[in-house]
T-cell receptor, first 112, second 111 residues
Framework: EAQVTQNPRYLITVTGKKLTVTCSQNMNHEYMSWYRQDPGLGLRQIYYSMNVEVTDKGDVPEGYKVSRKEKRNFPLILESPSPNQTSLYFC???????????FGQGTRLTVV | GQNIDQPTEMTATEGAIVQINCTYQTSGFNGLFWYQQHAGEAPTFLSYNVLDGLEEKGRFSSFLSRSKGYSYLLLKELQMKDSASYLCAVVMDTGRRALTFGSGTRLQVQP
């Protein structure tokens, strides 16, 4: 089954404690991206990757890092989380950036 | 700049037809998507328009006018399960090939 898998689904952490949210897709897609979704603001792109070892900033990259060492995986790293990063996060993949995107189930992160 | 506008909320009756509008302003345009998102779940693809006109897919249709920066999603024969948020997303930046989303329209279908 074609899917994008994120883990964990829910996470509560404390300010400053590094965390990683994993994302994996099994569709051999080149393009992967991370979004955060906040009430009234919609989905905003954090980082994206057009292929292995090719990553770049989206609209709201501050406080986040990513890596793309393999085509299927695109982890999101918060080196020092802060409360304003409390949000619902989605990973997405597509064959190319401007084609249909498949989204993971979401990760609800709370930073206290 | 980038600007995508959708109504925040809409209410409709089961069995009826509802039209959700989306307007956008952009210097570059490479297509418009509609996604459905149930509360707490991932967005799922509904439609894609890149040329002017109407695309029909079952109970859902999507229309695009590039000259007016306008699209709508038409839902017919509404069912209770259609209660969800509907997200309009535009591909604005050909280099980044990113989707830029509107804030979404929350549709409540009532019996």
């Amino acid at each position: 089954e074609a899917q994008v898998t994120q883990n964990p689904r829910y996470l509560i952490t404390v300010t400053g404690k590094k965390l990683t949210v994993t994302c994996s897709q099994n569709m051999n897609h080149e393009y992967m991206s991370w979004y955060r979704q906040d009430p009234g603001l919609g989905l905003r792109q954090i980082y994206y990757s057009m292929n292995v070892e090719v990553t770049d900033k989206g609209d709201v990259p501050e406080g986040y890092k990513v890596s793309r060492k393999e085509k299927r995986n695109f982890p999101l790293i918060l080196e020092s989380p802060s409360p304003n990063q409390t949000s619902l996060y989605f990973c997405a993949s597509s064959l190319m950036g401007a084609t249909e995107a498949f989204f993971g189930q979401g990760t609800r992160l709370t930073v206290v | 700049g980038q600007n995508i506008d959708q109504p925040t909320e809409m209410t409709a009756t089961e069995g009826a037809i509802v039209q959700i509008n989306c307007t956008y302003q952009t210097s570059g345009f490479n297509g418009l998507f509609w996604y459905q998102q149930h509360a707490g779940e991932a967005p799922t693809f509904l439609s894609y328009n890149v040329l002017d006109g109407l695309e029909e897919k079952g109970r859902f249709s999507s229309f695009l006018s590039r000259s007016k920066g306008y699209s709508y999603l038409l839902l017919k024969e509404l069912q209770m399960k259609d209660s969800a948020s509907y997200l309009c997303a535009v591909v604005m930046d050909t280099g980044r090939r990113a989707l830029t989303f509107g804030s979404g329209t929350r549709l409540q279908v009532q019996p």
